[in-house]
C-alpha cells in the first residue's frame, strides 16, 4: 500500500473507506462533479450517432409501400421506445424511493418525467402525420394509439402530482407509488398490436424470430434509436443536476427564512 | 429538399422531421436555460451569506487548518 493510501485511510478494511457505487452517489456534490465529467461524453455520443443515423436515414432507397415516408419511421419509432425506456427508468427509480430509499431516486424519477412527456409527445406527433398518408386518417381510437396517448397523460399526471405537493418525501413516495401502478400500462402499449385488433402494424423489429425488416431499413433505425437514447440519457443527467440545484436552493431559500425570524422567548416575547 | 423528402410527401416527412428538431431543442433550452438561472439564483444566496452545511464545515475546516 503506497504511503498517499494511508494517508487516506484507504486500507482494506478501513472503516474511513468511502462509499461505492450507487451509495456513494447518495452524496449530491460527488453526483454534480460525476455529472460535470459524464454529461459532454454523453452529449458528444449522441451528436456522433445522429449525425450518422441521419446520413443513413435519408440515403435508404423508398420503401415500395409506403414510398418516401418510410422516412419518418427514423424519428417515429426512437421518439416511441425512447418514451417506453423513459419509464422504465421512473420504475427503477420508483423502486429506489420505496425499497432503497435512495437520496438520488425521487430526483431521477422527477427529471425524467417531463423529458419521457416530451418523447411520448413526439411519437404521437411524428405517428399522426405519418398515418395521414398511409392510413387516410390523423388519428383512430385503436388500442396502440389510444394506450399511448395515455402514457402521455400519465406523464403529466405525474408532474402534476410532484407539483401539487410541497412535502418532498411525501410526494416522493405517493408518485413512486403511481409510477409503479402506471408501469402496467407499458406492457399493454407493446402487446396492444397483438391482443386487439388495430390499425396499426405489428412488432417488425422485437420479435421472437428476428426483424421482419430488411437491413437496409433497420441499420439506420438501430442507430436512430441509439442516438434518440443517448439524447434522453444526456437531457436526463442535465435534468437531475437541475433538480438538485432546485433543493439546494430551496433548502438555503428556508435556512435564510429561519435566520430572518426573530427569535422568541418561551413566553413569546422577542429577545432579538 | 425534394431530393431528400419527396415531391408527394414533401410537407408530411419535412413536418415529422421539424417537429422532432423542434422539440429536442426546446428540452436542450430548457435545461441550460434553467440551469444558468438555478446557479445564479444559488450564487446570490451565498452571496447573501446563506451557505450549505457542507460549504460551512469545508470554511470552518479551512480556517482550523490555517491557525
Known amino acids: 500500500m503506497s504511503s498517499a493510501e494511508q494517508t487516506l485511510g484507504k486500507t ?37 450517432l445522429l449525425a450518422i443515423g441521419l446520413y443513413m436515414g435519408f440515403s435508404v432507397p423508398d420503401d415500395y409501400q409506403q414510398g418516401r415516408t418510410v422516412r419518418i419511421m427514423f424519428v417515429h419509432v426512437p421518439s416511441v421506445w425512447v418514451a417506453m425506456m423513459a419509464y422504465m427508468v ?19 424519477a422527477r427529471a425524467a418525467a417531463p423529458i419521457g412527456a416530451a418523447f411520448t409527445f413526439l411519437g404521437l406527433a411524428t405517428g399522426s402525420i405519418w398515418g395521414r398518408p398511409m392510413w387516410g386518417t390523423w388519428w383512430v381510437w385503436d388500442a396502440r394509439l389510444t394506450s399511448f396517448l395515455v402514457l402521455l397523460l400519465i406523464y403529466l399526471g405525474l ?10 418525501a411525501i410526494s416522493a413516495r405517493l408518485a413512486a407509488v403511481a409510477i409503479l401502478v402506471g408501469a ?7 402487446f396492444s398490436v397483438d391482443w386487439f385488433t388495430t390499425l396499426h402494424q405489428p412488432a417488425s423489429v422485437t420479435r421472437l424470430d428476428g426483424p421482419a425488416m430488411a437491413d437496409v431499413f433497420l441499420h439506420p433505425l438501430l442507430i436512430m434509436g441509439l442516438a434518440f437514447a443517448m439524447i434522453f440519457f444526456a437531457l436526463h443527467l442535465a435534468a437531475m443536476r437541475n433538480e438538485i440545484l ?4 430551496r433548502t438555503l431559500q428556508r435556512k435564510a427564512a429561519r435566520s430572518a425570524r426573530p427569535q422568541t422567548t418561551r413566553s413569546g416575547g422577542s429577545v432579538a | 429538399m425534394t431530393d431528400l423528402f419527396g415531391e408527394r410527401y414533401f410537407a408530411f416527412i419535412a413536418s415529422s422531421y421539424a417537429v ?8 436542450v433550452v430548457w435545461v441550460l436555460v434553467t ?7 444559488l450564487a446570490k444566496l451565498e452571496a447573501a ?3 450549505r452545511a457542507s460549504k460551512e464545515a469545508e470554511l470552518r475546516a479551512s480556517k482550523k487548518e490555517r491557525s
Open chain 1, 246 to 249: 432546485r433543493r439546494q436552493i
Open chain 1, 184 to 190: 402496467l400500462n407499458i406492457p399493454i402499449i407493446k
Open chain 2, 49 to 51: 451569506g446563506v451557505r
Open chain 1, 90 to 108: 421512473m420504475v427503477s427509480a420508483a423502486l429506489g424511493v420505496l425499497v432503497w430509499r435512495h437520496p438520488l431516486a425521487d430526483v431521477a
Open chain 1, 159 to 168: 408532474i402534476a402530482l410532484w407539483r401539487s405537493i410541497e412535502e418532498p
Open chain 1, 12 to 48: 482494506k478494511n478501513s472503516p474511513k473507506q468511502g462509499p461505492r457505487g450507487l451509495t456513494a452517489l447518495a452524496n449530491p456534490s460527488r453526483f454534480l462533479a460525476l455529472v460535470r465529467v459524464a454529461l459532454p461524453i454523453v452529449t458528444g455520443i449522441a451528436v456522433v
Open chain 2, 20 to 27: 422532432t428538431s423542434l422539440v429536442l431543442m426546446a428540452m
Open chain 2, 35 to 41: 440551469y444558468r438561472s438555478r446557479q445564479a439564483n
